[in-house]
């Protein structure tokens, strides 16, 4: 009988020797992984699951409906009885008669996890498989079945179901992963003792929180080898550093930019390396940047709050460009979270008389949350409560339960994959800097992520009734001035419909929509050079965003030079390039600053 890899590796007595030796390494880890385990940090218990009363709910319905309708329930059980049953006689069938005898191999899974051949040619494995389709079908069709849930209760319960679904995938278990087995007697059990010292060198990170490190952190260093472009912090306070980024050019257009990234991240996504940098790629085309680099907030920050933000980061970056340069106008971007904060001050600007802002450009920026999207799960009471009461604790959401939230929305390629290469076949992290920056996330002060949390996603203040701040109402409405919004056609977390939706309700004549292939960062990210990415565009925006999106026109390349070209209709004429900084605004230090590279614990 074959394997799929034809026959098992024979091991000699010295390599059994081998393996034992690893095989008792690994114990001896495994009590220092223990001793990590018991001095991990805690956080708020509400945070690990929904509140029971979602699943008492569920149980509530499936049995309703059991009562009412047995037939469908017993139809169910029975389909499930015989494909079970099936399962095992086709194991036996592949045993006895030597399955793929002759070397063949049948079509491969669609699903990357089980892309090993032993999973249709070994009949131990194709079993297991097998089965775990069998049973993950089962659950997602009890969880369809579910017929007095709420829409928003059965999405939740779908949602955690699946998350069930995919723990328990047998690729993460050591005796159930047949790559990782088979790496375990090549290596003489090598590579579950360089797994153990991974997840243990993870653990050690985090206080005992396990997160998977995704990339080789000792390859990259912030204003070394990624974040390089040159440039000087120009004006700093507590919540940011202003950086003017250098000119390249002889002239420059006279309106300068000031681009707000979110503080849930750092700024250096839009400067990993000079081959993607829009930074880069800005100054090169003959414009003055001006960059906000957002302070990471340890618990002395607790009481700053959204007007915080839109004050002392986004009124004052405006203010202190306009003075470097000169000027009565800026032209402003806002990205992700920054981009909603820059409709709100857009806003607030409007009611205030200020016509600072020239144009607005959002990069995949929500402003409607009527339809909170895959993050339907983590936007009800259960987990908001929980969330107060850690914020509450801690004066800060801790960046590791926002970046773990994120992560369970692709649990399979941010969470078990990795883990499968890391900890059962014991491999190092690649060096991929988009991953390292992903790895570097930000804490968000307590007011402020209630703020946002309750009156935005929750309630959708902005879009609907007014969300009240700095002693204003402000409305999605107001936001008057020139824009482009550009989305991403598979954005997870800032989907395109609902910025579309967003966009729709502004104020302004002038809107420019713009739907680039790709998510929420390759999307962006998305140089003319490479020319993979493309990009729709529509000046229709009363249809709804289907028809908006099958009436669109498709654009080959990078969305960046059809921006450049719109913004550079708003940024004056041409005049001698301009120094970073002036006399009353020395230069503090060079691009890319302390805030970025400082963590909230070095302050």
Not at 222 to 228: S, W, Y
Not at 353 to 375: N, R
Not at 553 to 561: A, H, K, L, R, V
Request: charged share 25%.
């Amino acid at each position: 009988m074959t394997t799929g890899h034809d026959t098992a590796p024979e091991l000699s007595g010295e390599s059994i020797e081998r393996l034992k030796e690893n095989m008792t390494k690994v114990e001896g880890l495994s009590k220092r992984l223990v001793e990590i385990m018991s001095q991990k940090t805690s956080h708020n218990p509400g945070l690990n699951a929904p509140n029971h009363e979602l699943f008492a709910k569920a149980a509530t319905a499936y049995w309703a409906n059991a009562v009412q309708n047995p037939t469908k329930l017993l139809e169910q059980q029975i389909a499930y009885w015989g494909e079970t049953v099936m399962n095992f006689a086709d194991a036996q069938q592949a045993l006895a008669n030597s399955l793929n005898q002759e070397g063949e191999t049948e079509a491969k899974s669609a699903d990357r996890r089980f892309a090993n051949p032993m999973w249709e040619n070994n009949p131990y494995f194709r079993y297991i498989k097998q089965q775990y389709i069998t049973n993950a079908k089962a659950i997602s069709d009890a969880v369809e079945s579910a017929e007095d849930l709420g829409d928003k209760d059965k999405q939740r319960l779908s949602y955690f179901a699946q998350q069930i679904v995919d723990l328990m995938a047998p690729t993460n278990f050591l005796a159930t992963n047949p790559d990782a087995l088979e790496k375990a007697i090549e290596t003489e059990g090598q590579s579950l003792v360089d797994g153990l010292e991974n997840l243990v060198s993870d653990l050690e990170a985090n206080k005992g929180e396990l997160v998977v490190r995704l990339t080789d952190e000792s390859a990259f260093e912030v204003g070394g080898n990624i974040a390089t472009s040159p440039g000087d912090v120009v004006y700093r306070n507590r919540m940011m550093e202003l950086i003017q980024y250098k000119p390249v050019t002889e002239k420059v257009y006279e309106t300068p930019i000031v681009l707000f990234p979110p503080w849930i991240n750092k700024f250096y996504i839009l400067d990993l390396k000079a081959q993607n940098s829009l930074i880069k790629w800005v100054t090169d085309q003959g414009y003055t940047l001006f960059v906000v680099s957002w302070v990471n907030p340890d618990e002395s920050f607790s009481d700053v709050g959204m007007e915080d933000y839109i004050q002392d980061g986004f009124l004052t970056a405006i203010e202190e460009a306009k003075k470097i340069c000169n000027v009565d106008q800026v032209n402003a971007v806002g990205y992700c979270i920054a981009g909603t904060t820059l409709s709100l001050t857009l806003s607030l600007m409007k009611q205030m008389g200020d016509k600072s802002v020239k144009s607005a450009t959002f990069f995949t920026a929500l402003t409607d949350f009527s339809d909170q999207g895959e993050f339907t799960p983590f936007l009800q009471d259960d987990f908001i409560d929980a969330i107060e009461e850690e914020v509450n604790e801690q004066g800060i959401l801790r960046s590791y339960i926002m970046a773990r939230t994120f992560s369970y929305l692709r649990s399979n390629d941010l969470i078990y994959s990795p883990a499968i290469r890391s900890y059962m076949l014991g491999q190092t992290p690649p060096a991929f800097d988009l991953l390292y920056w992903n790895g570097d996330g930000a804490n968000l002060p307590a007011k402020m992520t209630k703020q946002y949390l309750r009156g935005l996603c929750q309630r959708n203040e902005f879009a609907d009734g007014g969300f009240e701040l700095m002693g204003h109402k402000l409305h999605v409405r107001d936001v008057d001035v020139p824009l482009m919004s550009i989305t991403c056609e598979t954005d997870h977390i800032a989907a395109w419909k609902d910025c579309y939706r967003g966009v729709q309700n502004m104020g302004s004549r002038s809107k420019t929509f713009v739907v680039s292939e790709s998510g929420h960062i390759a999307g962006i990210v998305n140089p003319p050079s490479k020319k993979k990415y493309g990009h729709y565009t529509n000046p229709d925006l009363k249809a709804d965003a289907d028809t908006w999106l099958k009436e669109a026109d498709f654009n080959e390349g990078s969305w960046w030079p059809f921006w450049e070209a719109w913004l550079k209709k708003r940024s004056g004429k041409q005049i001698p390039a301009r120094d970073t900084g002036d006399s009353d605004h020395p230069r503090l230090a060079p691009a890319p600053g302390t805030y970025v590279v400082a963590k909230a614990s070095d302050r």
